[in-house]
């Protein structure tokens, strides 16, 4: 969702309640509640409801947001970790390794990203997996530097595997579909029961613009939260494999003449 979409909606939801306001202020001619000190505890305990359980959705969302980013950093650093660890094996086996950390970095970027705004993962990251242990079968450990090397790879490799995994994990929404209901059905309350605050006497621009506010401020709260919900959605706020991108800059710099078995999006070549 871009931005200027976010802001339309915002604006749509107030616009919509100050002409709702506007209605049902022009064609009452008496105060629809004889004492509005009546409905005002009615107003107080729904809005307070809302807000309270807006307030802990969001902080749900939010740890998913949060820990979506966290295990996309993690694995993104784990990976340049693992090339410069590589450096420590004679140079066919570095070029194995770094060339496969560079064809999964890519196959996250190019494949996996767009899948996980789906709710999946990507085959292809998984077949870079697999053939990173192939080339562990093949390593020579013959000095005790690349043994050294060696553990500090299986190291590297949990932690990017747990990385994809707390990324992955958190790719799936947050709040449930019966609690989006009733988050919006409450909001609806809430701006309903302002419009039964309608009285004639007072000024239509001033009481009609509070109806606007409240509205708008209901809307943007249910943006926060579909926002933090979908963190791989792309819209402007977004996860983008930013970290991963700047780890494959990064491994280019370690060796600019290498040529990895792979195309710019991952795919084997």
């Given at each position: 969702?871009?931005?200027?979409?976010?802001?339309?909606?915002?604006?749509?939801?107030?616009?919509?309640?100050?002409?709702?306001?506007?209605?049902?202020?022009?064609?009452?001619?008496?105060?629809?509640l004889?004492?509005?000190?009546?409905?005002?505890?009615?107003?107080?305990?729904?809005?307070?409801?809302?807000?309270?359980?807006l307030?802990?959705?969001?902080?749900?969302?939010?740890?998913?947001?949060?820990?979506?980013?966290?295990?996309?950093?993690?694995?993104?650093?784990?990976?340049?970790?693992?090339?410069?660890?590589?450096?420590?094996?004679?140079?066919?086996?570095?070029?194995?390794?770094?060339?496969?950390?560079?064809?999964?970095?890519?196959?996250?970027?190019?494949?996996?990203?767009?899948?996980?705004?789906?709710?999946?993962?990507?085959?292809?990251?998984?077949?870079?997996?697999?053939?990173?242990?192939?080339?562990?079968?093949?390593?020579?450990?013959?000095?005790?530097?690349?043994?050294?090397?060696?553990?500090?790879?299986?190291?590297?490799?949990?932690t990017?595997?747990?990385?994809r995994?707390?990324?992955?994990?958190?790719?799936?929404?947050?709040?449930?579909?019966?609690?989006w209901?009733a988050?919006?059905?409450?909001?609806?309350?809430?701006?309903?029961?302002?419009?039964?605050?309608?009285?004639?006497?007072?000024r239509?621009?001033?009481?009609?613009?509070?109806?606007?506010?409240?509205?708008?401020?209901?809307?943007?709260?249910?943006?926060?939260?579909?926002?933090?919900?979908?963190?791989?959605?792309?819209?402007?706020?977004?996860?983008?494999?930013?970290?991963?991108?700047?780890?494959?800059?990064?491994?280019?710099?370690l060796?600019?003449?290498?040529?990895?078995?792979?195309?710019?999006?991952?795919?084997?070549?």
């Open positions: 969702m871009a931005l200027w979409v976010a802001v339309l909606i915002v604006l749509g939801a107030a616009a919509v309640a100050a002409l709702a306001f506007a209605l049902v202020h022009r064609r009452a001619r008496a105060p629809l004889i004492e509005p000190s009546r409905g005002t505890s009615m107003v107080t305990v729904t809005g307070t409801l809302f807000a309270v359980v307030a802990f959705v969001i902080l749900a969302a939010f740890q998913t947001y949060d820990g979506a980013r966290t295990g996309s950093q993690s694995e993104a650093e784990a990976v340049l970790d693992m090339a410069r660890a590589a450096a420590l094996f004679p140079p066919a086996q570095r070029y194995e390794l770094r060339a496969d950390f560079v064809c999964y970095g890519r196959a996250v970027v190019d494949q996996e990203w767009p899948a996980m705004a789906e709710g999946h993962s990507s085959p292809l990251v998984d077949s870079w997996i697999n053939a990173y242990r192939g080339l562990f079968e093949r390593l020579d450990l013959r000095s005790p530097r690349e043994r050294l090397a060696f553990q500090e790879l299986l190291s590297l490799t949990e990017r595997t747990s990385g995994q707390q990324r992955l994990n958190d790719d799936t929404q947050a709040v449930p579909t019966p609690l209901v988050l919006i059905f409450v909001g609806c309350v809430v701006v309903a029961l302002q419009l039964a605050m309608a009285d004639p006497r007072e239509l621009s001033v009481h009609g613009l509070l109806v606007a506010g409240l509205a708008g401020v209901v809307a943007a709260g249910l943006l926060i939260v579909y926002v933090l919900d979908h963190p791989y959605q792309r819209h402007s706020g977004g996860i983008q494999p930013t970290a991963m991108r700047h780890t494959l800059v990064m491994m280019r710099s060796d600019p003449a290498q040529r990895p078995g792979c195309s710019q999006d991952g795919r084997p070549v």
